[in-house]
């Protein structure tokens, strides 16, 4: 039986990619975002070297501190230890959430990314804080060889998961602006993972800001 958690708050989940530095050092970008509404951040960077990663990780680390928003680090369970992160992030190909938490404590935030029915079967029956359901819509983001769920396919992995663990964050992520993040929020989700619709922004704290009220009204309006 996995023990109901509750202790992430998904709202709006602002990930700091690699491929933002054109846009600012990055762990500027990551508190300008925490400070305007994220409440969750996510560090990914596919490129840098393990050194980097870490030295990266702890100076986002540095500036979230007394913002509120928690720092989860992409895909590497070592990086995330060495830091002293909130948690992890982990894909179909990455650490199995059971090891990982074995590795992290019972404290860590483990969220697990979900593309179809048989990821989302082997999330609910792992020790994850919250599930990221994606991509719903295409991304230029990341490389992304499978097809976009669409609004339709991501409300049916949500509904496994709405069934089966109605505690659980579902969050959705992929090609998500101001615009369809009422549209997934109407879907079923509990918030949603943007990269490019605050960092690619013209003004990111403004886009940080204007995301947290739409998602906010959103769940507002049905009654979350």
Known sequence: MIEKRSKVDFRLNAIVDGSLRDRGNLADLAALAARNGATLIQYRDKEASTRDLIGEALAIRAALAGTGAPLIVNDR?????AVGAA????GREDMDPAMARRILGP????????????DAEAALAAPVDYVCVGGVFATLSKRNPDPPLGL???????ALFAEARPELP??????IDAA?????LRAGASGVAVISGIFRAP????????MRRIVDQALAERGS
């Open 180 to 184: 369809r993040a009422g549209e997934v």
């Open 87 to 90: 948690g992890v992030h982990l």
């Open 152 to 158: 339709e396919g991501f409300a049916r992995l949500r």
């Open 77 to 81: 369970v070592d990086v995330a230890l």
């Open 107 to 118: 404290d860590a935030l483990i969220g697990a990314t979900v593309k179809n029915a048989a």
């Open 203 to 210: 003004e990111i704290a403004a886009a940080a800001a204007r």
């Open 170 to 175: 579902v969050g959705a992520i992929a090609g």
